[in-house]
């Protein structure tokens, strides 16, 4: 009892003195299909934040405490107003079961790889159920030893409720199968299951992690949220394509990792990886979204949250590229592709 007291007076503490666009979130949230996990997460300053000084830690099945073997150190930097792609390390082509190796797609979006021996450490092998934190400090050589007693833990953000293990659709809970859903008290089962075989986008407007536990976890008050696998469709007819079996094609649904857009980034800093000229806006939007600085854009595909292709259009050589997103409302992501091949992805949100 009194270790569990401890944990929740450190998580009202740590949240005493949150700040808009001061530290690191959360910005994507990846539960798909066998192990396809991964975390996006944001840097919403003005300076390169060092990842040595933050780990992630997973809260299996309701538990209300998090060990070092359930924790990992992340590595590496993030730019400002940049994302960094964290992806469970199962690489082995020819691994099976619970080594199935994550899928070639999802791979090449990962800016580092974590956690490749469950028994070791299981911090990014989390279900649905699983809830997930992104903390500050130094964790101990001890894997025994409690994530809150990391040197210098500070809680950055949390994902799920800590301490609750939500039911299935049958309303069970367990180990599995369980996510939390769209209708009230959103652990029971009912409505849609989204926390799990799907990705979390954190909305625009988000400017800080979660700091404290919540009464209860609503995924979609923070989150925009798209399915883990599309049906994939030919680029040209838009048909489905097949496979050998007769069975349709599914593709992994990652277009909207490895960029990420926040209210926190200053309009001029609004950009799409490596062309800071290129600019979309307004986003959100009510349905006329305009790119700027798109002289060197030879083509745009328009994609739904399905995956599905919408629209493809071609560049006449015009700097300000406007387009109609309307009527309809939801996620639209924009692959732009230059004149020498490269391509960029901007994700506008129609409301």
Known sequence: MKKTLLTISLFAVSGLFAQNCSDLFISEYVEGW????????????ASPINLGGYFVARYSNGSTT?????????????????????VLDKRDPLGTGQEAPVWDSLQARADGFYAPVY???NSF???GNDAVMLAKGTLSSDPTALVTTATGFAIVDIFGRIGE????????SSANDGAWSTTFPY???QGVLVTSDHSMIRKNNIQSGVKTQVSFFDPLSEWDTIPAVVVRFDPVTGDTVFGTS???????????????DCACAPAAVETIKQAPELSVFPNPTTGMV??????????????????????RIANNSKSVISMDLGPLKGLYILKMTEENGEQHTKRVIVK
């Open 34 to 45: 066998s192990n396809n996990k991964a975390l996006e997460i944001y840097n919403p300053t």
């Open 66 to 86: 998090a060990a070092g073997a359930n924790a990992i150190q992340l590595i590496g930097t993030i730019a400002p107003y940049g994302v960094y792609v964290a």
């Open 119 to 121: 028994t070791t450490n």
């Open 125 to 127: 092998y989390w279900n």
């Open 165 to 172: 293990n939500p039911a299935n659709a049958s309303g069970v």
């Open 187 to 189: 652990s029971g089962g």
């Open 246 to 260: 007769g069975s349709p094609i599914l593709d992994g649904n990652w277009f909207s990792l490895g960029t990420h």
């Open 290 to 311: 305009y790119i700027k600085g798109a002289s060197q854009i030879e083509e745009i595909s328009v994609y739904n949250s399905l995956g599905q292709l919408v629209e």
